[in-house]
C-alpha cells in the first residue's frame, strides 16, 4: 500500500539525492578539465555514471524500499539541476584557476 503522508519527505531526499549527484558531476567536471586528455574524460563519466546509479539506488531504496516512481525521479532531477544552476559558477572559476596554473 502506497503511504501518501511520506510522499513530500521521500520527493525531499531524492532532492537531497541529486544535489549530491550533481556535487560529484561538478567535481569530476573539474578533473576532467584538468587533464585534458580524451582517456580522462571517458573514465569520469564512466565513474559519474556508476556514481549516479549508486545514489539513485540508495536513495530510492532508503525513501520506499527501492519503487521507481515518477514524482521521485523528477525530485532527484530537480535536485541535480538546481545544485547545477546554483554552484556550476563557482566550479568554473575554480577550473579557470586550475587551468592557468
Known sequence: MIDVTAQPYEALLLFHGG?????????????????????????CDAV????????LAGYL????????RGFLLVS???????FYMLFSSIFAGISQKIRKK
Open 19 to 43: 544535489a549530491l549527484a550533481g556535487l560529484c558531476y561538478l567535481l569530476l567536471r573539474t578533473v576532467r578539465i584538468r587533464c585534458r586528455s580524451r582517456l580522462a574524460t571517458h573514465l
Open 76 to 82: 532527484f532531477l530537480l535536485g541535480f539541476a538546481a
Open 61 to 68: 531504496y532508503t525513501a520506499n524500499y527501492g519503487m521507481v
Open 48 to 55: 559519474f555514471v556508476v556514481v549516479l546509479f549508486v545514489l
